[in-house]
Structures are given as C-alpha cells and as structure tokens.
C-alpha cells in the first residue's frame, strides 16, 4: 500500500511538471531589465579613444559589508573552463575564472566602458606607442609587487611567437588580442611603453582581455604550474580546482589594491569565498538555483524566465548579449547572386515575431553587420522591416513569380534551399525557415556539428548558413575583419565570412578603420561600409539574444556583464 | 588451476585491444573535421607556418601508416599521447575522470541489483498475479524512459520540491576530502570520514538511480522469465515433492540456475551504464568519462578519443571475464 502511494505520489508530480512544463507560455513579452551605463563610466571610456589624453581617477572607497552565515558564492557556468593560462585560452568560461583571480592593465564594466585596473593612466605618445604608468603597490598572491616587468613578460608570453613552452612550445590563443604589437619595453618599474607596428585605435577595448601574470611566479613554476596553481593581483586567490576545472574554488584576496577606481564599490572582494561550479545542463543548473545549491546560474534558457521570475526570491537579470545571429547567403550561387533576392528575403522575416516566439522578447532586432551595442554600430540604419509585399516585389523583379499553389519559381525551377546551421541556433532557423516557406521559399533546415561545417562554408559549399559570431570587444576591430571582409587564406581576414562576400570598397574600409586613430573619421569610414553592408545584404540580419542570468535570494550587488564575464567582486550575499 | 585459466584469459585481452585500437585510429581519421584547424579556429590569428607546424608536433602531416606507428609505440610504454584541447596528457585525463564514472556505474549497477532482484524473484513466484503485472508494467516503464527525463523528474522532485536530495555534482563544495582512489564513497571510508561519506552518499543516490532503473527493467523481466522456466522443470518438482519448504525451492535451488542468462545480461548492462553515462553525466554534472569523451569528439581530440574508446574496451572486456567466472560458482560443470 505504501508503495502504491509513493508511486501515485511521483506519477502526480511528474505530471504536474509536465503540465507545467506544456503550459508554459511562450508568447508573453518580459520585462528587461536594462543595465545603464554610468555618465562617469562613458567619459572615462570616450577619453581613452581619444587618446592623448591622460585620465584622471576619482576613488570612491566602499568597504565591503560584513556578511553573517554561509559566506561561499556559488555560481553555476553552462561550461567548463579550456584552460587557465591568461595567455593561452579562448572560452568565456576560462575568461570568467581568469578576471576574478587576474586582474588587466584595463578592465571593462557591465556594459561596454573601459576603466583603469593595474593601470594608473595610459598615454598616447604618438599613433603607434601607447605609454602605460602602472599604478604602486599592487599585489600578487604571493605578497610580491607587480613592476612594469611582469607587464612587459606577460605581453611575451601572449605575442611572441613559441612563448609558451607547455605542453609543447606554442603561441599564445591570446596573440591576436594585442594587435600589431612590436614590442613591449619597460621604461622604469613602475612605466611601460607599448611599441606598435601599426596604429590600434581599438588597443583599449581589447588590451581588457589580456590579465598580467607574475614573472618570478611563472618564470618559476613554468606554464604547467601556473595552469595548476594559478596566481594574480586580482580580488580572489585561487584555492583549488576538480577535475578538469569542473569545480574551482577562490577565497579573498585580503591584499588587494581594491580594483578600478572608478568602478564603485572599490575595495576587497565582498564575499570570502566563490566557487565556480559547471552544470551542462539547463533543467540541472535552474534545478541547483531552486534548490539553494547555488547562488548564481549563467545562460537561462529564455523559455525558463517566466517560469523562475514567479518564484519567490528568484532575480532575474538581462543584458544584451555579445553573440549577434545572421542567415548568410552563398552571395557566390545562384540564386544568392542577386542583392535584388537577399534584400527581399530581409523584408520576408518578422523579427519581432521571432524574438516574441523563440526569444520570450529577450532579444534585439540587427540592423546590419554590427550589433546595435557595438561602440561604431551605425544608429541610422534601422533593421529592415517585415514587408510581405515589398520582398515579393522585389523577388519578380529578380525574376522569381509565384505559381499557383505560391512557390515561387523561376525558369521552371523553385526557390528551393537548405538553412545550415548548428543545434544552438535550430530554434531560430526553424522558425526562419517557416517564414520563408510563408512567401512560397522552399527552404529546409540542416543541423550541423560548427566544426563540420565550418570548412564547407568558407569554402563555399552550402547555400546558406545560420550561425553567430562573438563581438566581445565592442569595437569592429576583429569582428569586421572575421566577417564581412574578403576571406584572405592564412589571415585574420575573412575567417568567419561564411557569405563568401567580397567588396573591394568594403575591404579597404575595414583595412582603414583598424589603423584610423581619429575617432570621428573611424566612425564614419565604419559607418560606410556598414551602409554598403546593409544594402548589398549578404545575410539576413537577424537577431541579439540577450545574456540571462539568474540569482537567488541572497544575492546582492550582482549584475551580468554584457561579455558574459561573471565578475563577482562586487557581489555579496546577505 | 582457475587462476592460471584466468591469466590466460587477462592475455588475450591484449590481441583485442590492440584490435581495438586500429579499429578506433582509423575510424575517427574518417569522420570530417581537422583536429588543427579546430584548435587554430579558436584563436584569432595564426599564420600558416604555425599551422604546419602543430601538424608537424602531432604527425598529422604524416602517412596514417607512420601516424598508427607512432600511436601504437607511445601506447605500448603506456603512453597515451597528449590530449589536443585540454593540454593534458590523456592518461592523466582519464585517471581524472575514470574514478568518477566507475562510482556512478558501480552504485546504478546496485540500485538495479536492488530493484530488479526482488522484483524478479516475486513476479516469477506469484506468476500473473496483481504484483507481477503491476511490477512488469514498471519494467516496461523503465525501459522506455530516457535517461535525461528521469534525471530531471527525479532532480525536481527529491532535490528542488523535497531538498533531501542534492542536484547535482560528487560533493557539496563544503565538504573536504582527502582524495586516494578518486571514488568518493570508498575515499570516505577509507579515511574515515563520515560527512563526506553521507554527503558522496546522497550525491550518488539520483544519478544512481537514473541511470539503473533501464538496467533494472531488462535484468527483473530476464530473471522473471528465466526463473519460470527453471520453476517447471522437473528437478523442481522433485524438491517440492521431497517437501522443501517454498522458500528453499525458490533461494536455493530455482534461483542459482535462474541467475545464470540474469549474470550475462547484467554483464551485458555494464557497457550499457558505461554508455549510458553519457547523458546521465551530463544531466546530474557528474564530472566522469562520458562527458570527456563527447567533449573529445566534438573537438576531433584522437589522442583522447582513443584513449577513452580502449578504456571503454578494457571494461568491457574484463566485465565479460568476471561474467564468465562467476558462470562457474553458479554452476560447477561449466569451465572456464
């Protein structure tokens, strides 16, 4: 008898779940909740592309509050870690663990604002050398003190070429964030000077992403060491780690200098110790936050928002994400070759429709090559909007007339094609495709393995591809570049141009936006080729998920950063 | 005398190994995806000579014939070759992450001895009766209920809606253990630690019980139907006719020769766990071999894949071996 009641016990809520699972509604609109950027915070950023300038800190001292109870923050990532070399690693994951335990000459906010870290000021000495004054007594781990010599050896072991000795001698996965880098030379202990081949005007942006290492420290106990034992200035030291990084634990750096001076509160970390927790799976990771197992879980699949925000205690945060979504057409096939055919098949999709169905309203319509929060994203060109009539206009004039039952045919064929794409991004493409097939398209969905299909796509073998690509940095430098310029075998260039686009002007606008210093011509040599873009379509300029995060009750001070960066720093739990 | 038959049997495992791993190089050399341009696609700039170079580092610019070579000398001296991707060597990487997915495969081969015996047992006895229906209709729920379903089921009701249980993960991050075998439950008790034992304990419960309730399914319906068989057979009846009490017919005679197609299937089952780990790992984040070795996969990592695959063998194999012994304390006549 016991046992039939346990058994009616589960079957009853196993099908409670499952209702509540089936009902839960997909079609609502949520709240944002937008994360805006301090007036401080732009100035200070603005003043650095400006260059030449030296910038003034303000300190704003907050001591941290002292937290009764469990003091451990526990955050759930979907991933784990690739590595924990600051030099050598290329997941999010691994960039997330790196900025809590390292701290970088600069350091960027929720948003997209650049601030002063290790860095006291940076001066531009003319267009190619980057004068660095480091800020006194920043601390390693191990008590010594950070001297322009662990700045110029950190920049070593990212740029040079075999730097890294472990396992085998290699170059750094970091190479590229330091541009045309020269050389790095110290001047005296506490200045370094950067010695570029090239203007970088983006250097800031991306000088975020490379976190200093201690040269005695690595010099030491080498790569290996350093990958298993991990030592920084930044606001946690590094307790341990569990297999393969699937758990690594911090506690309190009780000697740090406090951080950027102009990101508040400035000071030691809040809590006293964080641990880094992996949990693949979606269901398990919101599982782990309802049940108090952790306190912060990152990538909240969208559907779940509406479902966790009526749970009590429950926070719910957005911002928009770094992973902008195109369909990119084969623009070297037909019947792809026709701009007259992209452009219409732009106005054939219902963005909005798609964000409201497949994003629960959690995501922002693209106008373009560029993401709307990247710092040069052109604000006058608007996303191209659903017009039916218009993109069937435009299709007869390209030749392409629906026949009686609506397919549209041209010579006796159809417009018949296959969306590629990867099992993230499925959702999304089958929804796309719907809406194609809905103007008389015939367009089917393929999934693909990104590694597979990679190859095929820059070799020009499918017909269509939806994917994303990663624009962390803000600035166009390496998005562009990957993207919408010619793909140039053994370069940089063209290395995620998946359309097979190539336009001579937009090429030589990219090659001149990297090196054009001056911030008002960078934006409008960008903003050409982001019109030239936008016309000549290459793609079906999608959408901007947001990043969703979650956190329980206790949680305070906590907010996602738009690079996906979990810094927890400021975050205290009460 | 067994002892030398089982040596024996230990070295044929060798032939079947190195079987194995040609079988496994040359197979994943055939699915697309260039390991070095996986690795180089991650990072933002690199020239072609960095390209020919790793390819060098890792002989992949070489004939398959010399690559096999070089493979299968490193192995011979145990030497499984580094892993592409995480920058390990792969034996390292699977001493990591084996300890883990043996607990797992361990404790659901438990939770399903402990489900299905009973089960089996009562459903054969009581042929047709209420319990035999009621409990064959479980089995066959079992059997068809994915893994990653159940997983969750389970994790929201025992973990988020009671909180006895916990949702994920080998222990709570405030528990401390001193590591030996990497098996966290036989760690605990081999240094005495009782809250980490409790806590490893309560961890294994779920995934356990997710990842054998299939494998309990298939082993009650095997003993079910290879128990009704030996309960006709005439020996049976003489034991009932000689008045052995129900109990006696059914534990001690019925039983041993009934265990011997369960002992096979339950062999069987192991690779299945090991298999089935896949998933299981992935939904409960227990960080074992299966999720390692999607990882590999995806990332066209062949040191790793390989080296994984001939673990994979190796368990399977010996599996077999202990199936095969324990034949013959089941029944005397069959040899090794």
């Known amino acids: 008898m016991n046992r039939v009641r346990i058994i009616q016990v589960t079957l009853l809520a196993a099908t409670l779940w499952l209702l509540a699972a089936c009902a839960a509604p997909t079609a609502q609109v949520v709240e944002k909740t937008v994360v805006v950027e301090k007036p401080v915070e732009k100035i200070v950023e603005k003043t650095v592309v400006a260059e030449k300038t030296v910038i003034v800190e303000k300190t704003v001292v907050v001591q941290p509050t002292a937290v009764p109870g469990r003091d451990t923050l526990v955050v759930a990532l979907a991933r784990a870690p690739q590595g924990i070399d600051p030099a050598d690693h290329s997941s999010r994951e691994a960039e997330t663990v790196i900025r809590n335990v390292y701290d970088g000459l600069v350091t960027r906010d929720a948003t997209s604002g650049v601030h002063m870290e290790i860095a006291e000021s940076v001066k531009w000495l003319d267009t190619k050398t980057l004068e660095i004054k480091l800020r006194k007594g920043v601390k390693f781990h191990d008590g010594s003190e950070l001297k322009a010599d662990d700045v110029v050896f950190t920049f070593d072991r990212v740029f040079k070429t075999n730097a890294i000795e472990f396992p085998q001698p290699h170059t750094a996965l970091r190479k590229g964030f330091l541009g045309p880098l020269g050389t790095a030379e110290k001047k005296d202990d506490y200045t370094v000077v950067m010695n ?110 509406d479902t966790l925000k009526k749970v009590p205690g429950v926070q719910v945060k957005t911002v928009p994400g770094t992973r902008p979504i195109w369909m990119e057409f084969n623009v070297k096939q037909a019947p792809f070759d026709d701009p007259k055919v992209r452009q219409a098949l732009n106005y054939a999709v219902d963005k909005n429709l798609i964000i409201k169905k497949v994003y629960n309203g959690l995501a922002q319509p693209l106008a373009g090559a560029l993401m709307p929060t990247n710092n040069f994203a052109d604000p006058s060109l608007k996303p191209y909007a659903y017009d039916k009539a218009k993109a069937l206009a435009l299709l007869k004039e390209a030749g392409w007339v629906p026949d009686a039952s609506g397919m549209l045919m041209k010579d006796g064929k159809p417009l018949a094609f296959v969306i590629d794409t990867i099992d993230s991004i499925r959702p999304l493409t089958e929804a796309l495709a719907t809406l194609l097939r809905d103007i008389g398209v015939d367009a089917s969905v393929r999934v693909w393995e990104y590694n597979v299909v990679r190859t095929k796509l820059l070799a020009g073998e499918r017909q269509a591809y939806v994917g994303d690509w990663g624009d962390s940095a803000f600035d166009p430098v390496g998005h562009m570049e990957a993207k919408w310029h010619s793909l140039v075998t053994g370069s940089t260039y063209g290395r995620g141009n998946f359309s097979g686009y190539s336009n001579a002007r937009v090429d030589k606008l990219i090659k001149d936006g990297e090196i054009e ?20 379509a290459p793609a079906i300029f999608l959408v901007l998920p947001e990043a969703i995060e979650a956190a329980g009750a206790r949680v305070q001070n906590w907010t996602p950063a738009s690079d996906s960066r979990e810094n927890l720093h400021d975050v205290c739990l009460k | 005398m067994k002892a030398i038959k089982i040596f024996e049997r230990v070295l044929t495992t060798i032939p079947i190994m190195f079987g194995v791993a040609i079988i496994v190089f040359f197979f994943i050399r055939l699915t697309p995806g260039d390991p070095v341009d996986i690795m180089l696609g991650r990072s933002a700039a690199a020239s072609q000579r960095e390209i020919e170079q790793l390819r060098h580092q890792f002989h992949l610019d070489e004939p398959l014939h010399a690559q096999l070579g070089y493979f299968l000398g490193d192995a011979m001296r145990g030497n499984l070759g580094y892993s592409y991707i995480r920058n390990k060597s792969v034996v390292d990487l699977l001493a990591e992450r084996l300890p883990a997915t043996i607990e797992l495969t361990l404790g659901s081969l438990l939770v399903s001895l402990i489900i299905a015996l009973p089960i089996g047992i009562l459903s054969a006895v009581r042929q047709n009766s209420f319990l035999d229906r009621f409990s064959m209709a479980g089995a066959f729920l079992g059997i068809s209920m994915p893994g990653f379903w159940l997983g969750i089921i389970l994790i929201l009701f025992f973990a988020v809606y009671l909180q006895w249980l916990p949702a994920q993960s080998r222990l709570g991050y405030d528990v401390q253990l001193q590591e030996i075998t990497g098996m966290y439950v036989l760690d605990s008790i081999l240094t005495g630690n009782m809250p980490a034992l409790m806590d490893s304990l309560k961890h294994l419960v779920l995934p356990s019980i997710t990842l054998g309730a299939g494998v309990a399914a298939i082993v009650a319906r095997v003993l079910r139907s290879s128990l009704l068989e030996v309960l006709r057979s005439d020996y049976i009846k003489l034991a009932r006719a000689k008045g052995a009490t129900e109990w006696d017919v059914v534990m001690k005679h019925a039983l041993r020769n009934a265990l011997i197609p369960t002992v096979t299937v339950v062999g069987l089952q192991v690779g299945v766990l090991l298999g089935g780990n896949m998933i299981v790992e992935t939904v409960f984040s227990w960080p074992g071999l299966g999720r390692l070795v999607v990882d590999a996969i995806f990332n066209r990592d062949f040191p790793l894949i390989q080296g994984a695959v001939m673990i994979y063998a190796i368990t399977f194999v010996l599996t077999n071996l202990v199936v095969d012994v324990l034949y013959t304390y089941l029944n005397p006549k069959i040899t090794l």
């Not at chain 1, 001056?518 to 000549?536: C, G, H, S, T, V």
Request: glycine share 6%; charged share 20%.
């Open chain 1, 517 to 536: 210093n001056d911030a008002a011509k960078r934006k409008a040599i960008y903003n050409e080729a982001q019109k030239l873009i936008y016309d000549e």
């Open chain 1, 196 to 305: 570029f081949t090239a203007p970088w005007p983006a250097a800031m942006q991306l000088l975020v992403h490379t976190q200093i290492v201690s040269k005695a420290y690595v010099q030491k106990v080498g790569t290996k060491g350093l990958i298993e034992k991990p030592l920084g200035t930044g606001p946690f030291k590094f307790v341990s780690s569990k297999t393969g990084l699937e758990e690594v634990v911090l506690e309190r750096f009780a000697d740090y200098y406090g951080g950027a001076p102009t990101l508040t509160p400035v000071g030691k970390s809040c809590v006293s110790r964080a641990v880094f927790r992996v949990i693949p799976e979606n269901s398990t990771r919101v599982a782990a936050l309802l049940a108090g197992e952790v306190d912060v879980i990152a990538e909240v699949p969208a559907e779940l928002v």
